[in-house]
Every structure is written in C-alpha cells, then in structure tokens.
C-alpha cells in the first residue's frame, strides 16, 4: 500500500491540481474542433475535421523549457510543482521516476527522453518508461506499487505525458474512432472519442516498518507531518493521505483493438480489485469512458457484471479529451480531489443513456460521503485496469516475496541469419494473422510458440494466469516509421494495420490473444537490456500480485533486419536463499 | 469487371497481408467476413476502406457503412463500379 503525498496536472485548463479542479467546477473545457492538422506537430495537411484539448499558442510558450522538447518540459514541469509541495531529496538511491506516454515524442526513443527529464530533475536512478497503451497512467502507478511495496525504492514519481500529433490523431482517425464534437461519454449520441494533452504527476510513498526518517527525504524536514498545501483537502484539512489500497491489471485475450464485448477483462480486474470489500463504500468509478461505441458499451457491461450498477460513475474525458498516457494520473487527481469535497464529477458531455449496462451516470454534480473510489482504464492490446484508492488507510494485501528462475528460454536474433516467416512455416503455420503482424510482434509471438513448443507438456491453465512483462529500448520504432509513410502531406492515407503496432504493448496483446492469458500484461521501456532491472521489476510485479509464474523478457526491433529477443518463462525459486538482509 | 475484380483481389490481399491466400483461391463470391470465409476481422474493414479511397476516390463515413457493402470482393466491385472517383 502506496501513498500520494503531492499532486500536479498541467493541462490546457490550468498548470496547478487547484486550477484544473476548479476549471471542472466551472464546467470548463478546452476541447474544440479543428479543420486542419496545425497546430499539430508534423502537420500541413488538410485533415479530416476532430475535436480535441490542445495548449494554446500562449500556453505553449509559457511552459517550454530552453533544450527540451514540449514534451519533455510539461512533463519535467508538471513533476518540479509536484516535488516542490514535498522535501524529496531527488538524488538519493530510493527515488525513482516512472513515466507513462503512449508516444512521447515520435521519432525520439522514449528512454532516452526519460533520461533527460530524469536528469532535469535530478534523478539519478534509472527512469522506467510505462509505455502499455492508455493503460499506462495506472499501470504506473501499480509498477509503483510494486516496486515500493518491494522495498525497491522509497518513492516513486510517476509522470503521465502525452502531446498530440498528426501521427496520433491521423491514426484514431484512421480507426474511425475520432469525433469532430466534444465527446460524449456513455451517450446515445456519441460519436468517438476526442484527443488530449496534458502532464500529471502524483508523488507515491511506499510504507516503513519504523517511523525513522525515510531515506530520500531531505534531513531538514518532518517526515510524518506535511503540512497542508494550499488548495488540497481544502474541505477540511487531511484525514490521513490519499492510499493506492489495490489495483489489478487483466487483459481480454480477445482482440488487439476491441474491447471484449461483455467486458471481460474489465470486469475481472474490477472483481480481482473489489474481491471481499464492501463496495457500498465507493463514492465513485471514474470510468476510462471514451465516448467510442464500444468501450462504454463494454465498460457499463463490466460494471453491471461487477456489482457496481448503484455505484455514481464519473466520466472525465468530457473536459480534457483521451490524455492517453496522462490520462491514469489527470483522471485520479481530480476524482480525489473531488472525493476530498464530497462531490461526485459530473461528466461533462452525458445528456442521455446508451449503453445497455446498468449503470448511475449523471451530466449534474452529486454528493457522496464516501472516502473511496475505483479507478479504471481500458486500451489497445487488451488491457484493462482497476485502481482502488483510500482516503486513511484501508486493508491492503501482504505481499509473499518472490524470487524467480528462468525455467525455459527461447532467443531469436537477425544475428542467427534465419527470417522470421521461415521459423513461422516451420515450426507454426496455423495462424495468418502472423503476416498482419509488425516485426517486433512476430518476433514476441515466435518466441512464445517455440517456448510453449519447448515447455509441453504445460496445462492449460498454467499460462493464463501468468503475467506477461516485456521490455525494449526501440519501442516500436519500426513501425513508427512505416506509419509515417502513410501521413505524408501529399499522400495522406493512415493505415489502421499499421498504427495499431505503434504501440509496443500490441505484442503482449497478440501473444496473450494466441495462449488465452488474462492476467496482467504490460511493457516497459528502459535505457538499455538491464537484466538485474527487468529481474527486480519481475520479481516484485509476482510478489504484489501473488502469481507464481511468469512470460518475460527483451523485445526488440530497430528494423526489419535487427532485431533480438530472448522470452523466458520463470517459475519461483523453490531453493532456500540465505539471505544477509 | 474482370480486370476490376483481379485488381481488388491483389489490392486487399496486400492491404491486409493475407500472403497464404493465392489469387487462384481467392474466391470473388466468398463471404470476406465470419467463419465460413476469409474470416477478415473490424481492423481489415478499415484498411477496404482506406484501400477504396486510395485507388477509387470512394469515401465512406465509417466501418459500418463499409460491413454492408463488403461481403464479397464481388460485392464490392459492384460498389466501386457504380461510385468510383478515379
């Protein structure tokens, strides 16, 4: 069980937690329709007309940063206002920076833009990118929690950032996913979803069996009292902080795009979350609600499965738009802040029903004394997540520590000579929508089968409830770049095929699809193969969630002719350690 | 007809990578779409979609437009026959 002990948002309706809350008060928005891709990066084009929460010209000035990329100075700025509300100490061994970014900037690796904004703010350990769709904002927060709960770090600084492009928004166009009207989520109206961008942060803490200072507080302050900061829990001061009580992660195993059309993964993550706690004492599910036909359709048949139809939900993506990589951190400030108050969000854009789930959704303000709430996202790959968050502290899980071996492993490398469709034919050759997939998904869906090949006899069940960690330092930089062919300004045709594997996650959700695997997926970006690193992060990924095997490894293409993968499946140490702890 | 019909079985087959199907075997009356057929998936229907627009001008609004009029890649020809730009 992780704290937040500071907040920051900085979107185009404020560069202050307290301003963008009292924006939504107010019912603002900044989402607006555009006829043309400028202001967008990459832009000249005539576009198809979408609506969207962009930073104004002025906006942009006054938050750019002299070296640094846009995205890197909202995400840098948004992370100082949050440290400047603590006396962290960023430099010490127990700190670390976690960003969440579906894209970051395209063209650019995302470690490498982590490292600086790391380095801006004087982190001195290695930042992990969480790049797993628009699931990332939460499943920052969870990789947080487990990592803290591990005793890896003593903080974490998680940063969701997203800004918008021609890239992204030519890609959902292509999807057909883009409204050219400010979104309305859950309606019978809606029309798709609209693209945001914004940087948030929230500051986690982990727990210290003693009260000594912990290390990587700076010696002048006072650890357990923190004063109140201006504007937070304004209501009435602070009963205790903000807790990450439990949080789940699952995945459809149904298709890389859609959602499962009863909400299967939702649903389970929200069962996994709720499992043996009352859920009478939520105030609210903030809904991922992206105005698309068929995540809220999905998403209110979740919540009806789940219990949870009496439940006010709050959908926030009426007043900023999809955040994407932000959205996870943006969409939980608020609704704690909104907790804090008493007050249900409402969400802005909702005038009539129409989803058939049976769920309490309002376009009006309502009060709840409660001092929980759920958290849940939805994205590409087949992810889902729920996040239960606590006012003062609640019942959190013990976790069983873990200490993993690699029992099977499989490498593939262009190094070895042989061309992927050739294994494939060899050793698969059931499964077309091998040829659909970008390299670095082959190469993750190759390595699976020849370790599934290798492993047998496994039961079935044994894979589904396995997590399915990968990480790369490429991200999906090939496919990046074939987009790009297809939103030149004189040849302007996105290809849905193509985007849909610009996002590395894409090659969890295929291999999860193939071998049924439902439990937690997710991918990570780090500055290069740091084998102790993804171990640590494995270990206490299995330790928090209390599985007891494991599908990880490295995954990555620089292009259609380098590429390496090695997968591993890992099993728990069973060997007595002695340890000198 | 002929020759539209023979250009949109390579134009789709090479949208939508289907390398394992030969041109012989790709039936124009064969439903593109459920199990008994080609068994393209919501993804395939943007990329006819895309396709459609590329090489014929046609524009269509969204995938459900674009389920109905692409049961077959006869279906299909028919379509563009009647509505093509280019």
Redo the contacts between chains.
């Keep these: 069980m992780i704290s937040a002990i500071s907040t920051n948002i900085i979107s185009p309706l404020g560069f202050t937690t307290e301003e963008n809350y009292q924006a939504v008060l107010s019912g603002r928005s900044a989402l607006r329709r555009y006829d043309e891709y400028p202001p967008l990066k990459g832009g000249c084009a005539k576009a198809e007309p979408f609506a969207a929460s962009l930073f104004s010209e002025e906006q942009r000035a006054a938050l750019s940063l002299d070296g640094y990329t846009f995205f890197e100075a909202i995400a840098i700025r948004s992370a100082c206002e949050a440290l400047a509300q603590t006396s962290l100490d960023t430099s010490s061994p127990r700190v670390v920076l976690l960003l969440s970014t579906t894209k970051g900037d395209i063209g650019v690796y995302p470690s490498d833009a982590a490292q600086r904004i790391a380095r801006a703010l004087g982190v001195s350990t290695t930042p992990i990118v969480v790049c797993n769709a628009c699931v990332s904002g939460l499943s920052a927060q969870l990789l947080a929690d487990y990592l803290l709960s591990a005793d890896l770090y003593d903080y974490a600084i998680v940063v969701g950032a997203e800004v918008q492009s021609k890239f992204i928004v030519a890609g959902f166009q292509?999807?057909?996913a883009v409204s050219d009207e400010p979104c309305r989520p859950f309606d019978i109206e809606r029309t798709g979803l609209n693209l945001g961008e914004a940087a948030a942060t929230i500051i986690f803490k982990g727990q210290t069996p003693s009260n000594s200072p912990l290390k990587g507080e700076k010696q002048s302050s006072t650890v357990n009292s923190l004063p109140l900061r201006e504007g937070w829990g304004a209501s009435g001061g602070l009963a205790g902080a903000w807790y990450l009580i439990a949080a789940a992660a699952r995945n459809d195993a149904f298709?890389?795009?859609?959602p499962s059309p009863q909400g299967d993964g939702c649903y389970k993550a929200i069962e996994a979350v709720m499992a043996g706690r009352d859920k009478s004492q939520l105030a609210t599910v903030c809904v991922h609600g992206t105005a698309t036909l068929f995540n809220d359709q999905m998403e209110s048949k979740a919540i009806e499965r789940a219990g949870l139809t009496d439940i006010p939900l709050s959908a926030l993506k009426g007043y900023y738009g999809h955040t994407m990589g932000a959205a996870g951190v943006l969409e939980t400030i608020l609704t704690m802040r909104a907790t804090d108050d008493g007050l249900v969000l409402p969400s802005k854009g909702f005038t009539e029903l129409g989803v058939s789930g049976k769920v309490s959704i309002s376009s009006k303000s309502r009060r709840s004394s409660k001092t929980s709430f759920l958290k849940l996202l939805s994205g590409f790959g087949g992810c889902n997540v729920a996040a239960l968050f606590s006012r003062g502290k609640g019942q959190g899980a013990r976790n069983k520590s873990r200490s993993l071996i690699k029992k099977h492993t499989i490498s593939l490398s262009s190094k070895d000579g042989k061309s992927l469709t050739d294994i494939y034919k060899q050793e698969v050759g059931d499964y077309?929508k091998f040829?659909?997939m970008d390299i670095l998904t082959r190469l993750a869906f190759l390595a699976a089968e020849l370790l599934k090949k290798e492993s047998l006899p496994i039961e079935g069940e044994a894979w589904k409830g396995s997590p399915l960690i990968l990480f790369n330092h490429s991200s999906s930089i090939v496919s990046d770049r074939q987009f790009l062919t297809t939103i030149s300004d004189d040849n302007l045709?996105?290809?849905?095929?193509v985007f849909?594997y610009t996002l590395p996650n894409i090659t969890a959700g295929e291999v999860a699809i193939r071998h049924h695997i439902n439990c937690e997926t997710s991918f990570y970006i780090l500055p290069k193969r740091d084998e102790a690193l993804m171990q640590q992060i494995l270990e206490a990924t299995l330790s928090a969630t209390g599985a007891t095997s494991a599908l990880s490894g490295w995954v990555d293409a620089k292009s259609e002719t380098s590429f390496e993968c090695e997968l591993s499946i890992y099993e728990m140490n069973n060997e007595e350690v002695a340890t000198a702890l | 007809m002929e020759q539209l019909i023979k250009d949109l079985k390579l134009q789709i087959k090479e949208a939508l990578n289907l390398e394992e199907l030969s041109l012989e075997d790709f039936d124009e009356n064969a439903p593109l779409f459920g199990e008994e057929g080609i068994g393209l998936d919501s993804i395939d229907v943007l990329e006819i979609i895309v396709l459609l627009e590329k090489h014929y001008g046609i524009r269509l609004a969204n995938s459900k437009e674009g389920k109905a009029i692409f049961h077959s890649v006869k279906t299909i020809a028919e379509y563009v026959q009647a509505n093509r730009k280019k």
């Design positions: 292509s999807l057909k298709h890389i795009v859609s077309p040829y659909k045709f996105p290809s849905p095929s849909v």
